[in-house]
């Protein structure tokens, strides 16, 4: 009689993903901080283009 047996271990059930938790709203300083990031791009891009005019050759 053998001292052990070998079990025969099925692989593990593939589980369909998991439903999307809904998402937290932000907190109110990180839109704050979106806010100001979104209006120093803005600003930094009309700059830039400012700064194109400026060089271009006068004729």
């Known amino acids: 009689m053998p001292a052990f047996t070998f079990e025969k271990?099925?692989?593990?059930?593939?589980r369909a993903p998991a439903a999307t938790t809904p998402k937290k709203p932000r907190g109110l300083i990180?839109?704050?901080?979106d806010r100001v990031a979104e209006r120093r791009a803005?600003?930094?891009?009309?700059?830039?283009r400012a700064m194109r005019r400026d060089d271009k050759p006068a004729e």
């Open 9 to 14: 271990i099925s692989p593990p059930v593939r």
């Open 30 to 33: 990180s839109q704050m901080m």
């Open 42 to 48: 803005k600003r930094a891009l009309q700059d830039e």
